[in-house]
Each structure stands twice: as C-alpha cells, then as structure tokens.
C-alpha cells in the first residue's frame, strides 16, 4: 500500500510512518500544471496511524496551487 500526495515547491526532508523513518519518492509530474507526487509507503496490515512529513519550502513556492477545470475530476471546475 501507499499513500500519494501532491507537492510542489516543497524539500521533502523526512518522513514517519506510525514514528518510524520511511524511505519515499518524488514522482514528477508529466503535466506542467500538475504537482509532483510523493509517494509514501505504507507498512502492510496497518488499518490506521499516523504520517508526519518534515519539510521546507523552496523561495519558488507560492502559498495558493491552482488546478485548471480539465485537470479536475469533474473536467468543470477549477480548484484552489
């Protein structure tokens, strides 16, 4: 199992799992609109926990991400 999240403009630095240090991922985006992905592992046979993501923010980040509508479940909205 994993856990996927958008992230953009971020240094991921550290991730937790239930208090234990995971290895993840950044997965690129093939959209340019799009953000990456990081891809957090989940141990097997864990029904509930925690997740705690230490990070930074890069001087390129900006503090809202704008989706375009056709990249929305619904293809009619945009979302902020």
């Known amino acids: ?46 029904a509930a926990g925690s997740v705690a993501i230490r990070y930074r923010t890069k001087d390129s980040a900006t503090g809202i991400f704008w989706v375009d509508p056709q990249f929305t479940e619904g293809k009619e909205h945009p979302l902020v």
């Open 1 to 46: 199992e994993q856990l996927i999240l958008d992230v953009d403009n971020l240094e991921i630095e550290e991730v937790l799992v239930n208090g234990s240090k995971v290895a993840f991922k950044i997965v690129p985006s093939k959209i340019e609109s799009k953000p990456d992905g990081l891809v957090i592992p989940i141990p097997p046979k864990e």
